[in-house]
């Protein structure tokens, strides 16, 4: 089939009224016009010729950008592996520490939250916390409340991944927003299920009465994904899980005792460093570890002590993130030039898929990389691209932005076309909480303990009561989607948003909340005072914060001091060539004017030396007489 003929893919026409179908193609000079109800409905027939009827040079394309794609999302997932090995070399001692103590219910959900925020791995503070559960370090009920917080500190990673798209502003409003509906559901979720377990014991309760009368063990499962990918990753880092649970049950006080570093013979591999090392005092691995498979990785080195481990740890993590957002942008880039020609009326059709199936599809997605950071994560660039759509994401004409949108493609936003909505990347987020529960469930296999069974139940169920309790009803459903549509909008304003969220959301709330929460478990009559004071302070100033934000005017108050920092920072990148335009005006004046350069300046010192207030008028009266006498000076010799 022609070019020419097709209605789905057309490189002629230009503008959506130069076709006969009236759609609108990316790419098109009017792309940013169109809105969602304008978009038509697109027949299957449609969509089987734009998928399949391709000539040779078509396909030829599509096999290369199929094969770049993969080739970018590969090292994509690889960074995201490296991030979350860096991230529990640095900081598996101090999450195996936090972890360490049975506490109570705040501060052990502030705990799982700020473990799994240091580790980037909702999946292995869960593992860690079944087993803990199953060596009966930490009992079911703080279990409970550890996976929890676990639920709110995994959606780090994709905000994160949401940062890398500072680039544009278009694509980081939509990424930020994309992202932070799942941090929203996670917080919602929480906000309602915990005082209700708190209250009631519902989790506790619903996962004894489905508890069988013994759990046998299993093999542990690794997904396709992981060893796809892993291999590599454990030839740059591998770190030693076993030190963030020895750490946490209190079988060594802390990641001291594992250093320096010591292989028998000082042969670097699995067998003198691992193997032989088991039950020897003073030898052995510290928070690096060595592969089994691939043997000992890069970064791993005999007698290390632990600042070297760090050390290491920091360069790795300093490596994976300028590696995501280099793989980030190719993988956007061909996205975008994939999309190009496209009808929006296909995607919307081909994309359309019912919520109940995109929880599904999330699910299974999670279950074969077993990470919902990866899965979120990966979503995240489609959104911000566009492809997962935020509909009505720019603010409404009352509510202007100090940025307008570009008109060119690689700016423009899909906002309004509806190719896919936020409404559908919301079940996507919820299906990856779902399938993140199977890592628990297959580590409380392998411990072979009813209770930590137990604990990856109350995670599932969790997960689903979440689900049940924010997505069927619409107008439930609206709450965590326009969060995040306001979010998203903030970011035109400031893009030091995002990076001011994550450090407010993940870590100064909870560690507040956790100082609070010790002050009332010390005994004491004193720290008991100090923290209700402390918290009714807290309460009211919150109080005075949602009556200044609602009635005094403090949203629009705080929107325009935004608008006034990027105006200051606009007009400070500019102003070096403004201040050379504005020099080379002064040079065409004095030109036409024939005023002498020194004459000038004189003329400049004379107006600025006045200090005296009893003269303002006669100083005045003769700045304003020189330039006259000097028009006339020029007049004379121009004649």
Not at 85 to 92: D, E, R, S
Request: aromatic letters at 8%.
């Amino acid at each position: 089939m022609s070019t020419a003929q097709d209605p789905v893919k057309s490189d002629r026409a230009a503008s959506r009224k130069d076709r006969p179908t009236g759609s609108t193609h990316f790419g098109d000079n009017d792309f940013a016009e169109e809105t969602t109800p304008e978009i038509g409905d697109a027949t299957w027939g449609e969509v089987g010729r734009a998928c399949c009827v391709h000539d040779a040079m078509g396909w030829g394309k599509i096999f290369i950008g199929v094969c770049i794609a993969c080739f970018f999302l590969y090292f994509f997932l690889f960074s995201l592996e490296l991030l979350g090995n860096a991230a529990k070399v640095l900081g598996g001692c101090s999450a195996g520490g936090l972890m360490s103590e049975d506490t109570n219910p705040v501060a052990a959900l502030v705990i799982g939250e700020l473990a799994t925020a240091l580790v980037q791995s909702s999946s292995t503070t869960t593992s860690i916390v079944v087993t803990l559960v199953g060596a009966e370090a930490v009992n079911v009920k703080t279990g409970i409340y550890l996976i929890m917080g676990a639920n709110i500190g995994t959606s780090v990673t994709n905000t994160i991944v949401a940062m890398g798209q500072m680039g544009s502003g278009d694509q980081l409003e939509r990424a930020f927003a994309g992202a932070t509906v799942h941090d929203l559901f996670n917080l919602l979720s929480v906000a309602v299920l915990f005082p209700l377990e708190l209250i009631t014991g519902y989790l506790f309760r619903l996962t004894s009465a489905m508890l069988p009368d013994s759990v046998s063990k299993d093999d542990k499962w690794n997904g396709p994904i992981k060893k796809i990918v892993s291999p590599l990753v454990s030839r740059v880092l591998k770190p030693n899980k076993n030190v963030i649970k020895e750490v946490a049950v209190g079988k060594v006080e802390s990641c001291d005792a594992y250093y320096p570093v010591q292989c028998v013979d000082g042969i670097e591999d699995y067998k003198h460093c691992v193997t032989d090392t088991k039950g020897i005092e003073g030898q052995g691995v510290g928070l690096i570890t060595c592969d089994k498979k691939v043997g000992c990785p890069a970064f791993f080195q005999h007698g290390a002590s632990k600042q070297d481990d760090a050390t290491s740890g920091g360069i790795c993590l300093f490596l994976s993130l300028v590696l995501l957002l280099l793989c980030l942008m190719g993988l956007v880039n061909v996205l975008q030039r994939g999309l190009m020609g496209m009808s929006t009326r296909v995607i919307y059709k081909a994309t359309k898929v019912p919520g109940v199936f995109a929880i599904l599809i999330g699910a299974a997605i999670t279950i074969l990389v077993q990470s919902s950071s990866i899965t979120t994560s990966v979503l995240t660039p489609l959104v911000g691209l566009g492809v997962i759509q935020l509909e009505q994401m720019l603010p409404p004409p009352s509510e202007p932005t100090s940025v307008p949108p570009s008109p060119d493609f690689s700016q423009t936003p899909l906002v309004g076309l509806g190719v896919i909505q936020l409404e559908q990347m919301l079940p996507l987020t919820l299906g990856a909480n779902i399938g993140t529960t199977i890592t628990g469930l297959l580590a409380a296999l392998v411990s072979g303990k009813v209770e930590a069974l137990q604990v990856a139940l109350a995670h599932l169920f969790f997960n689903i009561s979440g689900i049940i309790i924010w997505y069927p009803l619409p107008f439930m459903r609206k709450v965590p989607l326009e969060g995040a549509r306001a979010l998203g909008r903030c970011t035109r304003r400031s893009r030091s948003i995002p990076a001011i969220y994550v450090v407010i959301v993940f870590f100064v709330i909870p560690l507040l909340l956790l100082g609070l929460s010790e002050l009332f478990q010390q005994g004491s009559v004193g720290y008991t005072v100090l923290g209700a004071l402390l918290v009714i302070f807290v309460a009211f100033a919150i109080v005075r914060f949602v009556w200044w934000w609602k009635r005094q005017e403090g949203k629009e108050k705080f929107l325009a001091c935004l608008d006034r920092r990027q105006t200051m920072s606009a007009t400070t990148k500019t102003l070096p060539e403004d201040m050379q335009y504005l020099k080379a005006k002064v040079g065409q004046l004095m030109e036409h004017t024939g005023l002498p350069e020194d004459e000038e300046e004189g003329v400049e010192v004379e107006a600025l030396k006045p200090v005296d207030e009893e003269e303002p008028r006669e100083m005045s009266d003769a700045t304003e007489e020189e330039p006259l006498d000097m028009t006339g000076t020029s007049d004379s010799k121009g004649e």
